[in-house]
């Protein structure tokens, strides 16, 4: 009896996952695996590119965790340079091009997995593709702007929006001595947290040195008579810039999924079921940055893309394929990221998220230590909470802070998942000592004051 063969289309996190569990639960005689990979690079880590960027990781090497050799040792026929162009869901085949020789050809099927990834918000504007602008979300766009850095001699960069690649990419030009502007439609830095919590992180930028602009529209990009960029133009002033980069956000890469007539949702990711199947179709998974997931508070279809879901994401696409079974039940919206020494942290529903949920909620900022007051170098820190105003559900929490910090939003995620209401936060048995906590640790006194927010509102 011949092999079957899955194809996967995306030779990252998801894509190399899936491949690998497959081939744990299968052998090369029963499973034959192709996988289609446009780059030069594969499972690697695109949260490190800011900080390879930056400097603090020394090497592009060290952000991959399996080789293409590696890969192949495990009997995958991993293609690289190979660029997937259409999906004939019908014949059950997958047509692709060798960008190296030019030559395409068809791949037949009796599985697929689409890991096509998510690019860089790329708006179409005057200039956005000169020389010297960069959006940065794979290995190849990471060596790309390191390439414009070291041959570019002025030393101003503006970095096009303000969330989490926004604000570590700002950190990372910091790092190299650049004159560094942040330019944000946003009401505040960080969209991914409430205004009146991303003041906080824009205080914390100005005193670093960075200038951060925001309600600001960029509307074109300038260049200088050699054809590179030369500044960012807004409708009020121009920021002179030798290097641009975008840090708009990602959408989806889907649209060959799009044209094969997959399913899509509404902010363009594929759709599946829990077992990471495109639903309505029973032999094609999709998993990574190209698909919509659950968000488990407020029970709507979200786009996340995060190396850890992914990963996740890969082992359960692979368990599918190897013959088990697995499921993803979704996400609560957990990410932390840093700007120096300023760490950031959300997990759960924005204020503006939580209306559009139709939920009401009552909401409890504090501002604490990362330590004992009277411990030495003890550093306040911000924490924001959101709760069902009937219920006392926890919603959401938002962290802004020093060092320990972030990570203590994994408290609010578990309890997220759990589905804890702010009371029961705050009976949490949590570690304490002086070095890493008040005796009431931050994230409970948040609780606290949400506590008596909610028996407030419904009195």
């Given at each position: 009896?011949?092999?079957?063969?899955?194809?996967?289309?995306g030779?990252?996190?998801?894509?190399m996952s899936?491949?690998?569990?497959?081939?744990?639960?299968?052998?090369?005689?029963?499973?034959?695996?192709?996988?289609?990979?446009?780059?030069?690079?594969?499972?690697?880590?695109?949260c490190?590119?800011?900080?390879?960027?930056g400097?603090?990781?020394?090497?592009?090497?060290?952000?991959i965790?399996?080789?293409?050799?590696?890969?192949?040792?495990r009997?995958?026929?991993?293609?690289?340079?190979?660029?997937a162009?259409?999906?004939?869901?019908?014949?059950?085949?997958?047509?692709?091009r060798?960008?190296?020789?030019?030559?395409?050809?068809w791949?037949?099927?009796?599985?697929?997995?689409?890991?096509?990834?998510a690019?860089?918000?790329?708006?179409e504007?005057?200039?956005i593709?000169?020389?010297?602008?960069?959006?940065?979300q794979?290995l190849?766009?990471?060596?790309?702007?390191?390439?414009?850095?070291?041959?570019?001699?002025?030393?101003?960069?503006?970095?096009?929006?303000?969330?989490?690649?926004?604000?570590?990419?700002?950190?990372?030009?910091?790092?190299?001595?650049?004159?560094?502007t942040v330019?944000t439609?946003?009401?505040?830095?960080?969209?991914?947290?409430?205004?009146?919590?991303?003041?906080?992180?824009?205080?914390?930028?100005?005193?670093?040195?960075i200038?951060?602009?925001?309600?600001?529209?960029?509307?074109?990009?300038?260049?200088?008579?050699d054809g590179r960029?030369?500044?960012v133009?807004?409708?009020?002033a121009?920021?002179?810039?030798?290097?641009?980069v975008l840090?708009i956000?990602?959408?989806?890469?889907t649209?060959l999924a799009?044209?094969?007539?997959?399913?899509?949702?509404?902010?363009g990711?594929l759709?599946t079921?829990?077992?990471?199947r495109?639903r309505?179709?029973?032999?094609?998974?999709?998993?990574?940055?190209?698909?919509?997931v659950?968000d488990?508070?407020?029970?709507?279809?979200?786009?996340?893309?995060l190396?850890?879901?992914a990963?996740k994401?890969?082992?359960?696409?692979?368990?599918?394929?190897?013959?088990?079974?697995?499921?993803?039940?979704g996400?609560?919206?957990?990410?932390?990221?840093k700007?120096?020494?300023l760490?950031i942290?959300?997990?759960g529903?924005?204020?503006?998220?939580?209306?559009?949920?139709?939920?009401?909620?009552v909401?409890?900022?504090?501002?604490?230590?990362n330590s004992?007051?009277?411990?030495?170098?003890?550093?306040?820190?911000?924490?924001?909470?959101?709760a069902?105003r009937?219920?006392?559900?926890?919603?959401?929490?938002?962290?802004v802070?020093?060092?320990?910090?972030?990570?203590?939003?994994?408290?609010?995620?578990?309890?997220?998942?759990?589905?804890m209401?702010?009371?029961?936060?705050?009976?949490?048995?949590?570690?304490?000592?002086?070095?890493f906590?008040?005796?009431?640790?931050?994230v409970?006194?948040?609780?606290?004051?949400?506590?008596?927010?909610?028996?407030?509102?419904?009195?």
């Amino acid at each position: 009896m011949a092999a079957e063969r899955l194809v996967v289309i995306g030779g990252d996190a998801a894509g190399m996952s899936a491949a690998s569990q497959a081939r744990r639960m299968r052998g090369p005689d029963d499973l034959e695996i192709v996988v289609f990979e446009r780059g030069h690079f594969t499972s690697y880590s695109a949260c490190g590119i800011p900080y390879w960027v930056g400097g603090e990781v020394a090497e592009r090497d060290k952000l991959i965790a399996r080789t293409p050799e590696e890969h192949r040792e495990r009997d995958i026929d991993l293609r690289m340079r190979t660029e997937a162009l259409e999906i004939d869901t019908d014949g059950r085949r997958v047509r692709a091009r060798d960008l190296e020789s030019g030559e395409e050809s068809w791949t037949a099927y009796d599985k697929l997995v689409v890991a096509t990834g998510a690019r860089p918000v790329r708006p179409e504007l005057p200039g956005i593709d000169a020389p010297g602008v960069h959006g940065v979300q794979t290995l190849d766009d990471g060596q790309a702007l390191l390439d414009t850095l070291t041959s570019t001699s002025g030393r101003r960069a503006v970095i096009v929006g303000a969330g989490y690649i926004g604000v570590e990419m700002a950190e990372a030009l910091l790092r190299r001595d650049y004159e560094v502007t942040v330019v944000t439609r946003g009401e505040e830095p960080m969209s991914t947290l409430d205004p009146d919590m991303g003041r906080l992180v824009h205080e914390a930028m100005d005193a670093m040195g960075i200038t951060t602009v925001t309600g600001a529209e960029v509307t074109k990009i300038l260049t200088g008579e050699d054809g590179r960029v030369r500044a960012v133009a807004t409708a009020d002033a121009e920021y002179p810039a030798d290097v641009v980069v975008l840090g708009i956000g990602v959408e989806p890469r889907t649209e060959l999924a799009r044209a094969a007539g997959l399913p899509l949702g509404e902010h363009g990711g594929l759709l599946t079921d829990r077992a990471m199947r495109v639903r309505g179709h029973q032999d094609i998974w999709a998993g990574g940055d190209c698909v919509e997931v659950l968000d488990l508070v407020s029970g709507r279809e979200r786009h996340i893309a995060l190396g850890t879901h992914a990963n996740k994401h890969g082992q359960i696409i692979g368990s599918g394929v190897g013959g088990g079974y697995a499921t993803f039940p979704g996400v609560v919206g957990t990410a932390v990221s840093k700007v120096c020494d300023l760490e950031i942290a959300r997990t759960g529903l924005r204020e503006h998220e939580a209306r559009e949920a139709g939920l009401q909620f009552v909401t409890a900022t504090i501002e604490s230590t990362n330590s004992a007051g009277y411990y030495p170098g003890a550093a306040v820190m911000a924490v924001k909470m959101l709760a069902e105003r009937r219920t006392g559900r926890l919603l959401g929490v938002q962290i802004v802070g020093r060092e320990g910090a972030a990570k203590r939003v994994d408290i609010a995620a578990v309890a997220l998942t759990a589905g804890m209401t702010v009371e029961q936060v705050v009976t949490l048995d949590l570690g304490y000592a002086p070095p890493f906590s008040p005796v009431w640790d931050p994230v409970l006194v948040a609780a606290r004051k949400a506590v008596s927010a909610v028996r407030a509102a419904g009195s």
